[in-house]
């Protein structure tokens, strides 16, 4: 895996909860705005020039790579939750912990971090793939 993978999908994990919050504003953006659905108005024919369905599609396109991205870190983390592994990542990447205090915290040597660091970015990468974001 390169550094420009590896960092990206790292900022997926410091970002969780800010990517979890964009898409849901997206979403409630999307309604507020009038742009869902509105079955009572006669039909529209779908153009190119249509402005309503270009801004919802447009809405629609920045929040999904972002519910993308919710999905890569919520599958780690399932990936690694039966043998208690994901409490590492949770401590590293959500709380901020730095790495000796991560290693402290889980009583685990920094190569064993560093190794099972690795692992994980391998099975992000693998979700991130499925998920077409790199």
Request: aromatic content about 14%; glycine content about 4%.
């Amino acid at each position: 895996m390169d550094k420009k993978v590896k960092r990206k999908i790292e900022y997926a994990f410091y970002n969780y909860r800010r990517l979890v919050e964009s898409a849901v504003q997206s979403t409630v953006d999307i309604a507020d705005a009038g742009l869902a659905a509105q079955y009572g108005s006669p039909r529209v024919q779908s153009t190119t020039d249509n402005k309503r369905e270009s801004r919802l599609c447009k809405a629609i396109d920045n929040s999904l790579e972002a519910w993308r991205w919710c999905n890569v870190v919520e599958h780690t983390l399932d990936h690694y939750a039966c043998d208690g592994r994901d409490k590492i990542i949770r401590l590293r990447y959500f709380k901020g912990y730095s790495v000796n205090h991560t290693c402290s915290e889980y009583g685990i040597a920094q190569r064993t971090f560093f190794n099972f660091r690795d692992e994980f970015l391998g099975v992000s990468e693998y979700w991130a793939k499925k998920f077409n974001l790199l």
